[in-house]
Structure formats: C-alpha cells, structure tokens
C-alpha cells in the first residue's frame, strides 16, 4: 500500500446473479491524483466506481477510503456504509437535480439537511461553488431553465458541497450535447489543478491523456491494463486495450495505425 494513497481496493468482487462483474480487482488511488476507469460497456467500470461509496455492496473484497475501510466478508453494518459514503462525491451520467429547487438550493440540500450546516453559511458557500463551475447568475433558476451542460455543472457543485474527500464520476458527459461537453471537462480540469483526488468513468481519451494521473482499462471484470496515460494510453501493452482504444479513437476504422 502507497502511504499517500487514499483509495484502496483490494480483492473485490461482484456479481448479479450468475453473471460476475468484478473479478478480484485491486486498486489504489493516490492522494490529489485523477485516476481515469476506461473499457467497453459492461466491463465493470461503474459498478467499481459505485463500490467505492457503497452505492454497490461487493459479495467480497476490501475497500478502504481515507480512514474508513469496509470488510465485505461480513455484511458491513448501516453506519459502515454511511461512514464510506459521507468520503466521496458522487457526479452521475443524469443530473438527478430536484426540478422543484432552483440551483442553489439543490447545493445547499446536503449540507443542511445532511450535515447541518446554518442555512446562511451553506448559502454564502453554494453561491461560491456557483461561481466556481461558472454559473454564479444562475442561483435562481431551476433545473427547466439550464441546459444539460449548466445542469451537469450545478451536480458538481453540489457534490463539492459535501466537502468530499474524493469526487466521483459516473460518465458525467455522455448525456450531453458536443457542444456543453467542453464546459462540463474544463471544470473537472480545473479541479484536478486544485488538488482534488478524482476517480472517473469516461470514453473522452482526450480527457484522460491531457488530466489523468492514472489509467486503468477494464474488460471482461478484471483491470487488464493500468498505469500512467503517457504508457496505458499512447503505448498499450495489451493487446485487448490496443482494440478498445482503436475503436473509440477511429470508430469507422479509417487509416488509424495499430497502436503499440
């Protein structure tokens, strides 16, 4: 285990049914780090993220987050699992703000209501986060009236509320239009500038290449391939993570060479 890691994922396993998701997967993620989960659909790379706050519960395994860990080889108890959840932030591919609570009081709901923060002050630092994800004139207005990109920045804001100790990203653009992708990643680059620890699921290689710290590529439940974007990325060394990366990167296939 890395003394500066945050994040540790060890022997975790899952399955719905007979059908196994994880295999025995481990992980570490460093302190201030951005670790970037890339594979095809179904490779378990949400449902790794969602164990990370207990949104999944592991058939076994360990996870440990700052100073919390949670042994799946006993049923963990309900303030386990609370106590895992409150580290992390979760950003998810749907918005999933209240349509009936304008922007800012979507932010402040967790803080006052969750952990009891004075209105006023929840309030002075909703408008902060606001301002932060570049949506300080849009306090007022409800979910109706933003686009899904400002939605999408109104859920980080949210999530950053909670004063995590780790953010998470559930694909947080695959429901946008092209054209709000941009401003929803440079929020997230901007982020990782300041320091926070980042575990996130997304097909944008770009994103990966020019933020992460780490990369894992997941397939068939197993991290196949993890490292450093400069080797996981540019100079795969397996040959399943060399096909992903060709077919997302040139998905007619078109005249890219073979990656090696």
């Known amino acids: 285990m890395s003394l500066t890691s945050l994040v540790e994922v060890r022997g975790v396993r899952k399955a719905f049914g007979d059908h196994v998701v994880l295999k025995d997967v481990n992980l570490d993620v460093e302190q201030g780090s951005v670790t970037v989960l890339i594979g095809p659909s179904g490779s378990g790379k949400t449902t790794l993220?969602?164990?990370?706050?207990?949104?999944?519960?592991?058939?076994?395994?360990?996870?440990?987050v700052d100073d919390v860990t949670v042994d799946y080889a006993t049923k963990p108890s309900r303030d386990q699992r609370k106590q895992l959840a409150a580290q992390s932030g979760m950003v998810f591919q749907a918005h999933h703000l209240f349509?009936?609570?304008?922007?800012?009081?979507n932010i402040i709901e967790g803080p006052v209501y969750v952990q009891k923060e004075p209105v006023e002050q929840a309030k002075a630092r909703g408008l902060a986060l606001l301002a932060q994800v570049g949506l300080a004139e849009k306090a007022d207005a409800y979910p109706s009236?933003?686009?899904?990109?400002?939605?999408?920045?109104?859920?980080?804001?949210?999530a950053l509320a909670?004063?995590?100790?780790?953010?998470?990203?559930?694909?947080?653009t695959s429901a946008l239009d092209p054209e709000t992708v941009?401003?929803?990643?440079?929020?997230?680059?901007?982020?990782?500038?300041?320091?926070?620890?980042?575990?996130?699921?997304?097909?944008?290689i770009r994103f990966a290449e020019q933020v992460a710290d780490h990369v894992a590529f997941l397939d068939g439940g197993v991290i196949v391939e993890e490292g450093p974007p400069s080797a996981v990325l540019a100079h795969p060394s397996e040959p399943r993570t060399r096909r992903f990366l060709r077919r997302v990167l040139d998905p007619l296939g078109e005249g890219r060479e073979d990656l090696s």
């Open 182 to 204: 941009g401003d929803v990643l440079v929020v997230m680059r901007d982020l990782a500038r300041q320091g926070w620890t980042m575990v996130v699921v997304t097909h944008e």
């Open 49 to 64: 993220l969602r164990c990370l706050n207990g949104l999944e519960l592991p058939d076994a395994g360990t996870v440990r």
């Open 162 to 172: 909670l004063r995590p100790k780790l953010m998470l990203f559930d694909e947080p």
């Open 99 to 105: 349509p009936h609570r304008t922007a800012l009081e």
């Open 145 to 158: 009236q933003l686009s899904g990109g400002q939605q999408q920045r109104v859920g980080i804001a949210r």
